[in-house]
């Protein structure tokens, strides 16, 4: 269990599709959450950012997110099964490209479906900057990235840049 190293933007294991973990595996598992954990974590305490990990970033192509803001969640298998019809749009950011902003569009709210840690049956209502924290989340599991997703070719910017970007 250990910091692992994220792949960054270019790297092609990043545009893959992960597979769905069996419930046979999750004592396996539990050793890739800690590695997101710790993940996830290195990176905060470098960029003061990050709120959540999909496996993909750090080359498990399984669909698990890691997500620690008030406290650890591990989703496991997770769907977004319903979407707001407004939108918002947002500079988003990544830990695959962490010196870079992109905005895009994201629905404003999202229900979410997935199993947790013990294999039980979850769902969550999310909204505004969490409900996009999931759906960039779950991108990561289908292989797109937020700069797939730029509303425009005008819309990519460092983050040192940050004082002249408009809302």
């Known amino acids: 269990m250990a910091v692992q190293e994220i792949l960054l933007l270019g790297n092609p294991k990043l545009y893959e599709t992960s597979l769905s973990v069996e419930r ?6 539990r050793k890739v959450v800690q590695d997101l954990h710790d993940t996830l974590m290195d990176f905060r305490s470098k960029y003061g950012a990050g709120r959540a990990i999909a496996a993909p970033q750090i080359e498990v192509m399984k669909r698990v997110i890691y997500m620690h803001i008030d406290k650890p969640v591990v989703f496991i298998n997770p769907r977004i099964d319903q979407k707001s019809p407004k939108m918002i749009q947002i500079w988003d950011d990544c ?3 962490p010196d870079l902003l992109v905005k895009v569009q994201r629905h404003k709210s999202c229900r979410i479906q997935y199993n947790d840690i013990e294999w039980k049956g979850q769902t969550m209502i999310l909204e505004g900057d969490l409900s996009e924290l999931v759906q960039h989340e779950c991108d990561h599991l289908d292989g797109v990235l937020a700069v797939s997703r730029a509303v425009d070719k005008y819309c990519f910017a460092l983050k040192s840049q940050r004082q002249y970007l408009a809302p």
């Open 24 to 29: 046979g595996k999750l004592d396996l598992l």
């Open 95 to 97: 830990m695959s490209f």
